[in-house]
Every structure is written in C-alpha cells, then in structure tokens.
C-alpha cells in the first residue's frame, strides 16, 4: 500500500506564476519530508525538507507547506520559470533513513 | 569526479545473463542505498547499507544480490532476471545523521 501519494501527474503552469505541487501521505508517524527534482537522464536531487515540528520551510523561491492534521505537505515555487520544468517527487520518513516516495509530478512551465 | 556515479548507464540482459550494476560515492557518505523506479511507479527502496553493514533488504526477490565493499562502492548482482525487473535502478548515499539523500543518475535495465 502507498504510504506517499502524489496524485497529479503532472502540472502545466506559465512562466512567472505559482506552481503548487501537492503530496498525501497515510502513516502519521512520519517526521521528515523531502521534496526531490528530477530532470530526464540524471537522478533525483534533493530541494527542500520540512521536519514535523515545523509547518513551513522557504527557501529562495522553493516553500514547502505541512499540514499534519491533513497529512498533507505542498510545495510552493514561485515565481516559476522554464527551468523548473522536471519531476518533483515528495519522501517521507519516521526519522530514519528509509524513505517512501511519491510518485512524482512532472512540472512544465510554459515560457 | 565528484558526487554518486552509476555505471552502466543503460544495460539489456537476457533473462539467463548475470550482470552487476555499480555504484561509487565521492562524498565521504557511509550510507548506501539501491532504488527501483519502474514507470509510473514511486521509487521503492530495496537495499540500505549503513558503515557497509545491511540494514535494510526490503523484501527483494533473491535474484538481486547486493554487495558493499567499502562505503564508496555498492553493486548489485544480477541473475536470472524477469521482464518485469526492468526499471531504472538508482543508487543514492547519505551522511550518518543526515536524511538527505544525493542519488546517482541511475542505470536503465532492459531484461528481454
């Protein structure tokens, strides 16, 4: 069973306006979450992470939202550009290194 | 070099073959792990070696075999694989203490 879901597939935004992608997760003993990005042909790389005890992280123009309540994290990336185009996948974790990942959102933003 | 290299990159193997897939880290890391990512799939976690020790084997089949040498290097031996194996397999490090994982570019398997 999907523990980490990410349930849109993919987004299509215009360059300079907000892309928000979205990430649900089951298990409410998860503590750590990361947002990774992925081009085509390389692996993912880390972006952002928010442990529980917080309910935002900024960093630059990449903010990520947790919603413990709602078991429920966003990221935020604004304004976008056409480089952000890739993959984003969310991780989670119960403070240890095994991770459950979503599927991943493949962002396009339109120039 | 620098950061989490893979090689081959792309590999097609018949299902009577054997073949290991590499992995080194530059980083310093002492944790290793190897991933599967089959299309339209989340990346499932198979192997995680901590200090070269395994830790983790995520209930994967037998025909993958992992080994950790030293914690630079990682391999993942393959045999006797099914079409359903095919996927791209992504090796990733960490630091002790730290939950950010730096993955390498991966290696695309093709089992015909």
């Known amino acids: 069973d999907q523990q980490v879901k990410q349930n849109s597939p993919s987004l299509s935004v215009q360059e300079g306006r907000i892309s928000i992608l979205n990430c649900d997760y089951t298990n409410s003993m998860f503590d750590y979450f990361l947002w990774y990005k992925k081009y085509p042909a390389e692996g993912p790389t880390f972006l952002i992470s928010?442990?529980?005890?917080?309910d935002k992280n900024e960093d630059g123009r990449f903010t990520v939202f947790l919603n413990k309540s709602a078991k429920h994290l966003s990221l935020h990336i604004v304004p976008s550009q056409p480089g952000d185009s890739a993959v984003y996948f969310c991780?989670?974790?119960?403070?240890?290194?095994?991770?459950?990942f979503g599927s991943g959102t493949k962002l396009n933003v339109k120039p | 070099e620098t950061g989490v290299t893979q090689t081959p990159r792309h590999l097609v193997m018949g299902m009577t073959n054997k073949k290991s897939l590499k992995c080194e880290q530059h980083?310093?890391?002492?944790?290793m792990y190897w991933y599967k990512q089959s299309a339209k799939k989340p990346l499932e976690l198979m192997f995680v070696?901590?200090?070269?020790?395994?830790?983790e084997n995520n209930s994967v089949p037998s025909r993958f075999s992992p080994e950790c040498p030293n914690s630079s290097h990682l391999f993942l031996h393959l045999h006797t694989l099914q079409p359903e194996d095919s996927a791209l397999y992504l090796c990733?490090?960490?630091?002790?203490?730290?939950?950010?994982?730096?993955f390498g570019p991966g290696t695309r398997l093709t089992v015909t």
């Open positions: 928010i442990s529980s005890i917080k």
């Open positions: 991780a989670a974790s119960v403070r240890n290194n095994k991770f459950y």
């Open positions: 990733a490090s960490s630091q002790e203490n730290s939950l950010e994982q730096y």
């Open positions: 070696y901590n200090f070269k020790e395994q830790t």
């Open positions: 980083l310093g890391h002492n944790a």
